[in-house]
């Protein structure tokens, strides 16, 4: 029986290695479970464009919406576990929904293996331009006028857009209401066209409004301000010192669980390699973005470290739902 169990182990490893050999020999999907035209798309498709021509084959970006997220990433924790179907996720259904949701159908842990965390994303409370606001003073001062009575946009439900609203509008008092959108293109156009007056979003999406003159950038929440925007303060800068406004949203690269380790470390190579060259490094700076790379094993420690601080959020946010 030893000698069977001992057989069959070096079958799989032979198989595993045999596959990372032939990988890929037809197109890869890379599923991502937000909307076309939002950070995480852009990131995707720049990722699978870089990844397509290292490796010589089409990768596919299919978009999944829908749950916070949590519909995308159960198709990939739940597909054949051969590298033919990624996962490219933002924070939502990785970090937030194990915080945020009673039922996650998956456990990143268990269902999901992490390849890289790819970057980093920095919030920006934005404003729509027709307010009567300049900065974080105003900002506040309309808001409590307004107190009850107004709303604020995000790009969904668990989002860390709408974690740091939410904290926001709890902890200071305001008393708004939340609008959740399936993805961030249509909540920056909604918010462009005063449909919604104010929210947090990310740089991509946001930065044709900003230019036209639409919407105004009032924080980043982040320690350092953004080169992309170098006129825009910390939220720290303007007195509002809590770690939980200084919520950054991260791109993870994963695969379903049980994917043969050949194939794992080399989308995890080439997955690093692209973050940080230097073409990639211009791009994130562009899109307000910090390169990571990370490896996988980086990625379960900051999975680990960050539970405190997003329990603490949800918990002042009052975000979480049954």
């Not at 926001?168 to 066209?193: I, T, W």
């Not at 680990?304 to 603490?312: D, F, I, K, Q, Y």
Request: hydrophobic share 45%.
């Amino acid at each position: 029986m030893r000698i069977k169990t001992l057989l069959s182990i070096a079958a799989l490893a032979c198989s595993g290695f045999a596959w990372g050999q032939n990988y890929p020999n037809r197109p890869v999907t890379i599923v991502v479970p937000a909307g076309a035209g939002g950070g995480t798309d852009i990131l995707a498709r720049a990722m699978a464009d870089e990844l397509g021509k290292r490796l010589k084959q089409t990768f596919i970006v299919d978009n999944k919406t829908g749950a916070s997220g949590m519909i995308g990433t159960q198709a990939v924790a739940r597909a054949a576990p051969d590298g033919y179907t990624l996962l490219f996720a933002y924070s939502a259904p990785i970090y937030y929904a194990r915080h945020m949701f009673a039922k996650v159908p998956y456990d990143v842990s268990r269902d999901l293996a992490v390849v890289s965390e790819v970057a980093a994303n920095n919030l920006i409370l934005v404003v729509n331009n027709e307010l009567p606001v300049k900065d974080m003073k105003d900002f506040m001062a309309w808001a409590q006028q307004g107190k009850g009575k107004l709303s604020y946009g995000s790009i969904g439900i668990g989002s860390a857009g709408h974690l740091a609203a939410a904290y926001l509008n709890e902890s200071r008092g305001l008393a708004q209401a939340h609008v959740p959108y399936k993805s961030e293109a249509p909540f920056a156009q909604d918010l462009a066209g005063g449909i919604v007056p104010w929210g947090m979003g990310t740089l991509a999406p946001m930065q044709p409004h900003i230019q036209s003159g639409k919407v105004r950038p009032i924080a980043v929440l982040a320690e350092n301000r953004l080169p992309a925007l170098p006129n825009v303060p910390t939220i720290k800068e303007l007195g509002f010192p809590d770690p939980e406004l200084r919520s950054m949203t991260w791109f993870t690269f994963a695969a379903p669980a049980r994917t043969p380790q050949p194939i794992l470390d080399l989308l995890e190579k080439h997955a690093r390699e692209i973050a940080h060259s230097a073409e990639m490094k211009a791009r994130f700076q562009v899109l307000g973005l910090d390169p990571i790379g990370g490896s996988a094993e980086e990625f379960r420690r900051n999975f680990e470290a960050s539970r405190p601080v997003l329990e603490r959020l949800v918990k002042v946010s009052g975000a979480r739902t049954e």
